[in-house]
């Protein structure tokens, strides 16, 4: 079992069903509408609700940030690569971690891929984070919505896609095409490097392409998540022109992919 904490994290993992909840740990002491809705949630879904201490959340969730809310939830269970195949759109667009070893920077880089329309994730089983209760919480809970494949060895897992007429494009301060220049109205992958060396030798050398921000100012490069929203928004945008369908409903302010309410930065 694993545990989740915080309000969008345990609405999210309770909303997308992807794994069973034995438990919802709520603080006796705090009382409000938040807590009121994942309660029924919770009441709705058949799992089970228990009054606890704020103090005995702090020990459990070993973190104050637990906003009043523990769920005790089973692991959760991976994706094959080939259950990633399945697009959302006309086009497949997945986005592959080489090597991603702060769960801070994880669990954004998975609340921009759910944000962006992303098709799947795809991470290494060794020297990179896993999905913890701290990405998941990073994440706002959208860790629970996108579908992630951990594979023993991403170049390889790399090659199988190529062979599947999947383009596999790195980003990379090296790279020698600016990240808007290419044209990600085709099947593809984008590929993001660890915090501080990039991308490994061998992974930049099996990307097609490499692409790269342009920076005008004296750093050369920008923090991972950040540079993986920019690149992954730029897909969106163009691959959302091309399909000719808008990413929301203006009128009624509801995500054309989900049904649900958009809400704003930092929500």
């Known amino acids: 079992m694993q545990l ?3 309000l969008h994290p345990v609405e999210e993992a309770i909303r997308s069903g992807n794994r069973r909840l034995e438990s919802v740990l709520i603080a006796r002491q705090r009382q409000d509408a938040r807590l009121k809705n994942i309660a029924d949630l919770c009441d709705a879904a058949g799992i089970q609700v228990r009054l606890e201490s704020r103090e005995q959340l702090t020990r459990m969730a070993r973190t104050d940030a637990h906003q009043g809310v523990v769920a005790v939830v089973a692991e959760r269970e991976y994706s094959s690569l080939q259950e990633l195949s399945h697009p959302h759109g006309p086009y497949l667009f997945l986005l592959a971690l080489d090597g991603i070893e702060d769960p801070h920077n994880l669990g954004a880089l998975l609340r921009t891929a759910d944000g962006a329309g992303v098709d799947g994730v795809v991470l290494p089983e060794r020297r990179a984070a896993g999905v913890n209760a701290t990405v998941v919480k990073t994440s706002a809970g959208a860790a629970e919505h996108v579908r992630i ?41 984008l590929v993001l490097g660890g915090e501080g060396g990039g991308l490994h030798e061998l992974t930049r050398r099996t990307c097609d392409h490499l692409l790269r921000i342009p920076m005008a100012g004296q750093v050369s490069s920008l923090n991972v998540s950040v540079a993986g929203a920019i690149v992954m928004y730029e ?12 990413v929301a409903d203006q009128s009624t302010s509801v995500s054309a992919r989900t049904g649900r ?3 704003g930065l930092g929500s």
């Open 149 to 189: 494949a951990r594979v023993t060895n991403l170049v390889r897992a790399l090659e199988e896609l190529k062979r599947e007429n999947i383009w596999c494009v790195g980003l990379d301060e090296r790279g020698t095409m600016d990240y808007d220049a290419f044209d990600y109205r085709c099947n593809c992958v």
């Open 261 to 263: 309410p958009l809400k």
């Open 4 to 6: 989740l904490y915080g």
């Open 235 to 246: 897909a969106a945008r163009q691959r959302r022109t091309a399909s000719g369908l808008p």
